[in-house]
């Protein structure tokens, strides 16, 4: 069955700290990998996305996610956070069977101290 | 635009009540999609459309029923409310994948809903 490990469900930082948040898929063919937010109070929007090419890509608000594809991984970093970065992170993916169905993770929590 | 709008966004039901949600789209998105969002196990997919008369189920389609009578309209409904249907529920929608792949879904504000 097609799955999403997010393996940190709460991560606290400091503002400056520097964030990675890991993503493992588990899907054999080729997926389309997707990393949304959920600011407190407010819906789902999409920080960033891989379709294909380069495996770094980058999203909104600084962040980046890099698709290992030998490790099944999409983990997301950004250099410094910031307060405003507080939410949570839901990473998931489409695989080529899916049609248009995304299978999510279980989110992690990212409380940033100011 | 206004996007993905959910109607209502709190409703508090007693068991074997039953209520609609209605999710509305004006981005004339062919896909439409129902989700649960329940604690630490991310987001569900309940049903969902890949057009105006056809829905289909997802992961979790137990005791909810959908229906996508106009293309920027899709409805979710509760026959008979339990308990373990307290969750919030989240509306989405995206472009048909036919001649495009790449798109990404666009997310309703969502409902919080209590089965007591």
């Known amino acids: 069955a097609q799955s999403v490990s997010q393996h940190n469900h709460h991560v606290i930082l400091s503002e400056a700290a520097s964030l990675e948040l890991g993503c493992n898929y588990s899907y054999g063919g080729t997926v389309n990998l997707f990393w949304y937010v959920q600011y407190p109070g407010q819906h789902l929007q999409l920080l960033l996305k891989?379709?294909?090419?380069?495996?770094l890509v980058k999203g909104i608000k600084g962040f980046e996610a890099e698709f290992i594809k030998s490790k099944f991984s999409f983990n997301l970093r950004k250099p410094s956070v910031q307060w405003s970065d507080t939410a949570e992170y839901f990473c998931?993916?489409?695989?080529?069977?899916?049609?248009?169905?995304?299978?999510f993770g279980g989110g992690t929590r990212l409380m940033v101290k100011p | 635009n206004a996007g993905v709008t959910q109607t209502p966004k709190f409703r508090v039901l007693k068991t074997g009540q039953s209520m609609t949600l209605l999710c509305a789209q004006d981005m004339n998105h062919e896909y439409m999609y129902w989700y649960r969002q329940d604690p630490g196990m991310g987001l569900r997919l309940i049903h969902y459309?890949?057009?105006?008369?056809?829905?289909a189920k997802g992961e979790v389609p137990d005791g909810y029923n959908v229906s996508r009578l106009k293309k920027q309209n899709f409805l979710l409904g509760l026959e008979s409310a339990a308990p373990s249907q307290t969750s919030v529920y989240f509306c989405?929608?995206?472009?048909?994948?036919?001649?495009?792949?790449?798109?990404?879904?666009?997310f309703g504000p969502g409902t919080r809903l209590t089965v007591t």
């Open positions: 998931a993916f489409e695989g080529d069977n899916a049609g248009n169905m995304l299978t």
């Open positions: 459309s890949v057009g105006e008369g056809t829905t």
């Open positions: 891989y379709f294909s090419g380069d495996p």
């Open positions: 989405a929608s995206s472009y048909s994948t036919s001649g495009s792949p790449h798109y990404e879904q666009y």
